[in-house]
């Protein structure tokens, strides 16, 4: 396996400008580091502003130097807020828990103006105009920063994860009751999807993870930036997936999302399968406690938890199928692309499908619930060449559809789609 560095830029760019741009790239402190798939997308594109021109960061919070350095190599200059994350990992309990609470009932607070945001962005477009690049909504609606903000020669918002579909998916699954759910929607997600177009108004261009997701946005200029992996593999440096027999499921145990549907596929499907495929084995790959997230489920046969591979392709290569029984959460789930990417089949959840579109949705072995998740996993354990030809399809549908290249290109000709319009506005 060869891994492209995200800064990279591909062979096929398009001409650059004929004047270098300045970039100022605003990012959460939860959106960094090149083992999430949050920072991975960080790191696609910063690396394509930094194939245009200098590219400051402002980063919303704080992080350690090591995660800053990993995700914007060869940078123009770091900046940090100092405020604590909306979701920081350590906030104690309780915190989280009254927090999640305000953002249920007092949804403008949590996108309300914050003026030490907005002033260390300003102070960088007093120092050089530049066009201003938002990771998510959130940071943009903190910052107050518009396309009429003297300085700023554009304003592109990458929202990636809807706000309201990632708040409403996880509330849904925890909360199962039907008249609880639509008070829900009535009260909380269709007035954050109000602020979300009245706020996205102010700027030039957003993208959105998938067609669906862009589709209640029309008023503002947008297009689809799909989520990539990260990784290249070689062609023929793993060897097919019917040389294998495990289940692979890779993913954080720091994300709840994850851990739900880990433990949702170690109740309701593993014992069915084990017992139809005995030699099978499910392997657990992941950063975090896995141990401690599955302990009740420690003495299930076949089950082996491994955490932190710091060799992923060692793993695919053991790999028959891979899985992602995710029921909820927003945006389309990287971990499908990567195991695109390394040729393995993939068994999913529907919620797991989302964003990648008739091309590869075809072609994923898509369950709506328990039982269809087994046979979806039986399929590729009993029938080798079914794995391997699948496998196969995907992988090339990744590498001309889903690949960091492709992503490159995309964000590169959204930005000077509006560069090229004429500008009116001085510092």
């Not at 998510?136 to 020669?153: D, K, V």
């Not at 950063?287 to 299930?300: Q, V």
């Not at 995907?394 to 789609?417: E, G, T, Y």
């Amino acid at each position: 396996m060869r891994k492209r560095a995200a800064t990279q830029p591909p062979d096929d760019l398009p001409a650059p400008a004929s004047e270098p741009e300045a970039f100022v790239l605003v990012v959460p402190d939860t959106a960094l580091g090149p083992t999430r798939g949050a920072g991975q997308r960080s790191a696609i594109l910063y690396a394509a502003l930094k194939s245009m021109g200098p590219t400051r960061i402002v980063i919303v919070g704080k992080s350690e130097p090591t995660r800053i350095t990993e995700t914007f190599p060869d940078h123009d200059g770091i900046w940090q807020t100092g405020t604590r994350s909306e979701v920081a990992s350590k906030r104690p309990m309780t915190e989280k828990l009254l927090g999640a609470l305000g953002r249920y009932i007092f949804v403008s607070r949590n996108y309300r103006y914050d003026p030490v945001t907005h002033n260390m962005i300003r102070d960088r477009l007093v120092e050089q105009p530049a066009a201003v690049v938002f990771r998510y909504f959130r940071p943009f609606s903190l910052s107050g920063i518009t396309n009429t903000t003297p300085g700023a020669r554009l304003v592109m918002v990458d929202v990636d994860d809807r706000d309201d579909q990632r708040l409403g998916s996880s509330v849904n699954q925890a909360i199962r009751i039907p008249f609880m759910q639509r008070l829900l929607d009535v009260l909380v997600l269709k007035r954050i999807r109000s602020l979300m177009r009245s706020r996205l108004t102010g700027a030039t261009h957003a993208w959105f993870a998938s067609e669906e997701d862009a589709r209640d946005f029309e008023i503002v200029p947008s297009s689809v930036l799909r989520n990539v992996s990260f990784v290249t593999v070689e062609n023929g440096t793993l060897p097919p997936p019917s040389s294998a027999r495990d289940v692979l499921f890779v993913g954080i145990a720091g994300h709840r999302p994850n851990v739900e549907g880990v433990r949702w596929f170690l109740r309701e499907c593993w014992p069915e399968i084990r017992r139809r495929h005995p030699n099978a084995r499910f392997r657990l790959v992941g950063m975090g406690n896995w141990s401690k997230k599955t302990r009740f489920f420690h003495e299930s046969d076949g089950f082996d938890v491994i955490g932190y591979a710091p060799d992923l392709a060692a793993e695919y290569a053991r790999a028959r199928l891979v899985i992602a029984p995710v029921l909820e959460g927003g945006g389309s789930k990287i971990k499908v692309i990567e195991a695109c990417a390394f040729g393995r089949p993939v068994a999913v959840m529907r919620h797991s499908s989302r964003g990648y579109g008739p091309e590869i949705e075809h072609h994923l072995a898509i369950a709506g619930n328990a039982a269809e998740f087994i046979d979806s996993c039986d399929r590729f354990l009993s029938d080798p060449a079914d794995a391997d030809k699948t496998g196969a399809t995907l992988r090339k549908l990744q590498q001309s559809h889903f690949s960091p290249q492709v992503a490159h290109i995309r964000i590169l000709n959204d930005i000077r789609q509006h560069l090229t319009r004429p500008q009116d506005k001085d510092l």
